[in-house]
Structure formats: C-alpha cells, structure tokens
C-alpha cells in the first residue's frame, strides 16, 4: 500500500507519517504542494509501482486541495486513485466541493489513528470494490466482442459465415463504387461433394470442407479480401479493387491450392482428388447494377463450370473491368 501525503507543513505530515506506521502503512511519500505530487505520481506510474491513496491538504502553496483534487481526477492515469481531503473545518460547503471535486472521503484535523485507520480502510474498501466492478466489466466487454467475432464465424470452418458474407458484400460495394474501382466475386463449390460425404461420412466430410477453406485462404493475402462459407459445400470470395483478369488469377490459385492437398474422392467423375468448380463475376460498382445482381452473375458462372466439366472456372463480366 502506497500512500502519498500532500501537505506542506513539516509537523503535520510528520506526524501522519507516524500515524500511518503505528496503523500499518508504512510505504508513504509526501510531496509539499501540487506541482511536487503530480510529478510523484507520474514518477511512480512510470516505475509500475503506483500510488493508491493520497491524503490531499485542504491547504496548499499556490492553489488548494480541492483544486488540486479536480485536476488529479481528471488525468486518465490517476482518476481512480482516492483522495482523502484533510481539513481544519467541518463546514458543509467545504465537504460538498471536495466530493464534487472527486474526493472520496475526508479527515477534519487534529488526525487521531482510531480515525485515520477507520477512514483508510473505508476507502480502500471501496477501490476494491470499484476494482472488481471495471474488472467485471472488461471482461464482460471482451466476452461480447468475443460472441460478436464468433456470430461472424462458421463453427467447422473458421471462416467468414454467410453473414458476415452479406454484410461485407454491401460494404466492398459501396467502397468500391465510390472509388470507381472493380470488384469480383468468387462462388465455389466442391465437386461432387454429396458422393465424398454419403461414401466416407460426415467426419470426414467435416475434415473435407476444412481443408478446402484451408486452402482457399492460403489464395488471398490482401486485407481486403475476404472468403466465407456460403452455405454447405459452398464458398465465397469477395476480392477488392480486383477485375476479372484477377479474379482469374485467384481462382487459378485456389484450384492449385485445393489439387494439391490431394484428398482422395472415391466417386468423382471430374478428378482422383477433390475438386472445386469457381464462377467469376466482376463489375464496377454503379448505381445501374446491385450486389444481388453481382452474386448472380457469379452463380450463372458457377452453373456454367459445372456444366461444363468441372473442376474450371467460368467468368461473367457485368462491365468493363481491366483494371
């Protein structure tokens, strides 16, 4: 317990400093007026080793403790510490000011230990208490920024949830669309998944779709590219400032990336392996096309890779997009 005195007066301070001792707190500093204990504070802040109470003169050189009192409490780093006012009066006007100023308690001179230790106890009882109460509340506000990530999130995969999907498609839209830059859209679906999950099961089928949003991550690195499951064996994947020549790009990249983690299908007709059909969309975002009409466009692309074989990409263009 580390208790800073402010007081300007030899005898008095010395004999708080006895007091304080005989009733168990002897780490105790005192500084002579206010400018002497706001660098005592930032110097103890600075050695980790706080102040946790101070016992604040009503009286001080220069300005007074229930000034000294308000600016204290309000510097961020101090604001919790308590501050006990000591004063030669007991008149209400002074004690109204000192609990308006931010004080937590007060002492009315001469100081007897009976006292001094009651009222210590009593404010520190209740730093505890506030303690606890920002504690309590740090942690309830990471659990909600923990449950708001995880409502974001597909339980198998990790990865964006079709939610999350939906809102960041509206935002890279409208980002887009102000800066006049392409968008593309990536709608894949794992080939002939139906057949790998009836013959070797759910378990397996779960580590399937693992792997397969496994490695369409390992395809995009820009940070605001983002995939997502869209539902069941199907993936999404929004890329920004990204044409269809791009696009293209990513998909080849994620058809590497998904061949070469070689998981076996027993009953595909497009490969040994499991594969990926993807369908391109990409447009310039304007106020002549929609998000609605972008994703459909990625599905009549996707439609098309599988009718076409599988294991492709197919790209629809909604506009001029070589960027």
């Known amino acids: 317990m580390r208790i800073l005195i402010v007081d300007d007066c030899p005898t008095t301070t010395i004999h708080m400093c006895g007091l304080l001792k005989q009733a168990g707190y002897p780490k105790t500093s005192v500084a002579r007026d206010y400018c ?27 300005t007074d403790g229930i000034a000294a009192t308000l600016t204290i409490k309000a510097d961020k780093t101090f604001e919790d510490i308590p501050i006990v006012i000591v004063t030669n009066h007991n008149e209400e006007s002074i004690l109204d000011r000192s609990f308006a100023a931010g004080a937590s308690d007060f002492i009315v001179k001469p100081v007897s230990m009976i006292e001094l230790r009651a009222r210590i106890r009593s404010v520190l009882q209740l730093r505890e208490e506030m303690d606890k109460r920002k504690m309590r ?10 449950l708001e990530k995880m409502s974001n ?41 139906k057949a790998y999950n009836d013959t070797l099961g759910h378990v397996l089928g779960d580590d399937c779709l693992v792997a397969v949003a496994e490695g369409i991550m390992a395809s995009i690195h820009r940070p ?23 696009a293209h790009a990513v998909a080849d990249t994620i058809h590497t990336n998904i061949n070469g983690s070689n998981i076996h299908h027993p009953h595909s007709y497009a490969g ?15 106020c002549q096309t929609t998000p609605a009409q972008l994703l459909t466009a990625a599905d009549t692309a996707l439609y098309r890779a599988k009718q076409n074989g ?7 263009c909604l506009g001029q997009t070589k960027r």
């Not at 509340?137 to 923990?146: S, Y």
């Not at 993936?235 to 920004?240: E, G, K």
């Not at 599988?310 to 629809?316: F, K, L, M, P």
Request: charged fraction near 25%; proline fraction near 3%.
């Open 224 to 246: 605001g590219d983002m995939a997502a499951r869209y539902g069941g064996e199907e993936f999404a994947v929004i890329l920004s400032h990204t044409g269809y020549e791009g």
């Open 310 to 316: 599988r294991n492709r990409t197919e790209v629809v």
């Open 137 to 146: 509340e740090r942690e309830l506000e990471a659990l909600a920024r923990k």
């Open 36 to 62: 002497q204990a706001i660098s005592m504070l930032h110097a103890a802040a600075q050695r980790r080793q706080p102040i946790d109470l101070i016992l604040m003169d009503i009286s001080l050189p220069g």
């Open 153 to 193: 999130l597909d339980g198998l995969t990790g990865i964006a949830n079709r939610r999350c999907f939906d809102d960041a498609l509206v935002k890279e839209w409208v980002r887009n669309g102000r800066h006049d830059t392409p968008m593309a859209l990536l709608m894949i679906d794992i080939d002939h998944f």
């Open 272 to 286: 040994h392996n499991v594969t990926v059909s993807i369908g391109v969309a990409s447009c310039i975002p304007s």
